[in-house]
């Protein structure tokens, strides 16, 4: 009786604590981050520890990508700038030069890479630097959340099937 207990107590953590993956988390926090700013693409990007290269993790983007911001985003040398940032980094529109306007800022967390979150679509002014820099407060810490969730289930599996016969 007692080992079934066991099982029934860590199959329950296991449900609770798997409902959140951290894709699904980075999805919706760019999605989020698009509707704050007004505009209609959000997305991620991380940037290695030595600060060599900067890889978008997450594009969130209209159908059919009207400002073609996907292969901007990978074209333009943005990549290269973020890699090297230390601070936000706001561009401006110039859609004769196929400049979507663009906007980044660092999200703080306790993870080894170095994150941005960033908007496409439009001007930006400091105004919008700052609301974005508020939400990337918020987002680090629900993605760190998340993974903290993820690795906790990893853990109770261990628990669960470890534990003595």
């Known amino acids: 009786m007692p080992n079934n207990r066991v099982d029934i107590a860590m199959r329950d ?15 919706r926090l760019a999605r989020a981050a698009a509707v704050v700013a007004g505009t209609a693409y959000a997305g991620f990007v991380h940037v290695d520890v030595l600060r060599r290269e900067a890889r978008p993790v997450h594009v969130h ?29 706001r561009l401006a529109r ?20 170095h994150t941005f979150v960033w908007v496409a679509g439009r001007g930006f002014q400091e105004g919008d630097e700052h609301l974005l820099g508020r ?10 959340g998340a993974r903290g969730l993820e690795t906790a289930v990893r853990l109770f599996r261990g628990v669960r099937t470890f534990r003595p016969g």
């Open 135 to 144: 939400f990337a407060t918020a987002a680090g810490r629900a993605v760190e």
């Open 13 to 27: 953590l296991i449900s609770a604590f798997s409902c959140l993956e951290v894709a699904d988390v980075i999805d």
């Open 94 to 113: 110039d859609e004769t030069m196929g400049e979507p306007g663009f906007l980044a800022v660092p999200v703080p967390a306790q993870l080894r890479d």
């Open 61 to 89: 983007a209209p159908p059919g990508d009207p400002l073609r911001v996907r292969r901007w985003l990978t074209e333009s040398g943005v990549l290269k700038e973020l890699a090297v940032a230390e601070e936000a980094l």
